[in-house]
Each structure stands twice: as structure tokens, then as C-alpha cells.
């Protein structure tokens, strides 16, 4: 499910999913937590031609079972998805440093 990329001293984990519509997109993790016992990854797609350096939209999703199999999921709850977003939003705002 995942594949892990060495850049400039660090680990670079992507993922390989599936869309809707069959088509398989890179994803690099850029964040990961745990939250009331299920884990969740906030990721950018790896080759987006519309994503600037100024601009980091990431998609939220969660680890779930298929059987034996652990599989990533969108969330659709939407509390739970304000819920995780406002964590990965403060994470995210606290790695910025606005003096360089």
C-alpha cells in the first residue's frame, strides 16, 4: 500500500491509491495522527500540476479494516472531519516559520 522515498536526509512515505474512477495517483504523507482510536493521514498529492509553493491543500483520510486488510478511507462524518482538520490545520501552522 505505501512505498517509502529517501529525500535531502528524509523519509518521504507515499502512498498509491485508487480514485473512483480507476485511476492510480501518488500521495505523500505530510502529516499522521491518532485521534479516539483510529489513525488518520493528511496527504498531498505527489505530482499536482496546480499546487504552488505558496498554497498546501491536503486531503484527510482514515486507516480502516476490509477483512484482513487495512485500507484508507475518506471521512465522511463531518464533525469528525472538522475534528481532525482543526488538529492538522494547528500542526501545520506551528511548522511554518515566517522569519526565513
Same mark, same amino acid.
Given at each position: 500500500?505505501?512505498?517509502? =522515498?529517501?529525500? %535531502? ?19 505523500? &504523507?505530510?502529516? %499522521? ?5 483510529? =489513525?488518520?493521514? @493528511?496527504?498531498i498529492p505527489v505530482d499536482d500540476p496546480? @499546487?504552488?509553493d505558496d498554497v498546501c491543500e491536503y &486531503?484527510?483520510?482514515?486507516? @480502516? ?6 485500507i484508507l478511507v475518506s471521512v465522511d ?6 475534528? &481532525? @482538520? ?15
Open positions: 500500500m505505501s512505498e517509502e =522515498r529517501m529525500n %535531502e536526509n528524509e523519509e518521504i512515505e507515499i502512498f498509491t491509491l485508487t480514485d473512483e474512477d480507476g485511476n492510480e495517483i501518488d500521495f505523500e &504523507v505530510i502529516g %499522521e495522527c491518532e485521534r479516539d482510536g483510529q =489513525r488518520y493521514f @493528511a496527504m496546480d @499546487a504552488s &486531503v484527510i483520510l482514515k486507516l @480502516a479494516k476490509d477483512g484482513d486488510e487495512e462524518d463531518d464533525d469528525e472531519l472538522d475534528d &481532525v @482538520a482543526d488538529y492538522f490545520d494547528d500542526l501545520f501552522s506551528q511548522e511554518i516559520d515566517y522569519d526565513n
